[in-house]
């Protein structure tokens, strides 16, 4: 894969995530307009991506590689755990931040962010990858992130866990493992409400970066060495292993978008719930966003 076609596909959704920021700062969205796009992206488009995805794919995925893409984000998120349990203390002592460190290296944005990237570079057939992703976060956020954050695990978190989410991704893993086509009237109308998941999720990005102070974003040393151990280090770690159980050129390169994600908005909102400052952290899921555009790429050409 060329690493220039990448940068260029990269580039566009960069350019996505500036228009969000031109109507941002022009007045033509405000922070309600800004929540109805969020929970729309939540709770419709991007349930049906996944869909349209799992349906578009009816027939081509055999059912040892669906097992082997959950052992992959199980190990992933055993990883990426383990790495913000050691790595966390190194960019922040105050016990708050650091709950929230450990949160950013584990909870990435694999699904405004990863959907897109996925679906614009190797194809809207890939996305049903994702969608395991996802199901493995909505369950390691409900579990292990709440009991992080609240020093103790607590079964009523787990009443959070059943959304749109995660039913509509174990609807698309039953699509294919069941091979279940989709009427052709149902096809369409789930495509066309998928496609809007992502220049809405990349314009809800660059509505934040309008709303958010520049010297914090740009001028904080640890965030850029937080960035680099985040979106090129970890990844380039986790590869080999991976090269271990297959060479799947397609699934490598899905597994590597993956892995170098930005931070996603869940440490966010969660500390948030916590009473916890997030300044640091709505920071980090900009600059973190904006340097993928150039770490992917890279990911990618190394994949070959």
């Known amino acids: ?46 349930p049906m991506l996944m869909i349209s995805s799992a349906a578009g794919s009816v027939g081509l995925i055999p059912l040892s590689t669906i097992v082997l893409v959950g052992l992959i984000a199980i190990g992933m998120f055993a990883i990426l755990i383990a790495a913000g349990m050691i790595l966390s203390p190194l960019f922040e002592r105050q016990p708050d931040q650091k709950k929230i460190f450990q949160m950013m290296f584990v909870f990435s944005n694999l ?12 194809g809207t057939q890939y996305v049903v990858y994702v969608t395991e992703f996802l199901l493995l976060y909505t369950i390691v956020f409900y579990t292990y992130g709440v009991a992080m954050m609240d020093g103790k695990f607590s079964l009523s978190s787990l009443k959070a866990m059943v959304n749109p989410g995660l039913i509509s991704g174990l609807a698309a893993v039953l699509i294919i493992v069941l091979n279940i086509p989709l ?21 809800a990005v660059g509505f934040a970066l309008a709303h958010t102070d520049p010297k914090r974003i740009f001028c904080q040393p640890k965030l ?23 060479d799947d050129a397609a699934l490598l390169s899905v597994c590597m978008v993956m892995f170098g ?40 050409a190394l994949v070959g």
């Not at 009427?183 to 314009?203: D, E, I, K, Q, R």
């Not at 600059?287 to 890279?298: E, K, Q």
């Open 1 to 46: 894969m060329a690493i220039l076609t990448v940068f260029f596909q990269m580039l566009s959704l960069l350019i996505m995530i500036g228009a969000g920021w031109f109507m941002a700062r022009k007045g033509m969205m405000d922070e309600h307009t800004n929540t109805q796009m969020s929970k729309m992206i939540v709770n419709v488009f991007n």
């Open 224 to 246: 850029y060495v937080f960035s680099v151990v985040k979106l090129l280090a970890l990844p380039l770690l986790m590869l080999p292993l991976v090269r271990l159980v297959t």
């Open 111 to 122: 699904g405004f962010i990863g959907i897109p990237v996925v679906g614009s570079i190797l």
């Open 183 to 203: 009427p052709g009237f149902l096809m369409t109308a789930v495509t066309y409400l998928g496609n809007v998941t992502s220049p809405m999720a990349l314009v």
């Open 261 to 300: 994600m930005p931070i996603g908005n869940m440490p966010l909102i969660l500390g948030n719930q916590k009473g916890i400052d997030g300044s640091t952290c709505s920071a980090a899921i900009i600059l973190t966003t904006i340097l993928c555009v150039f770490t992917i790429p890279v990911l990618l």
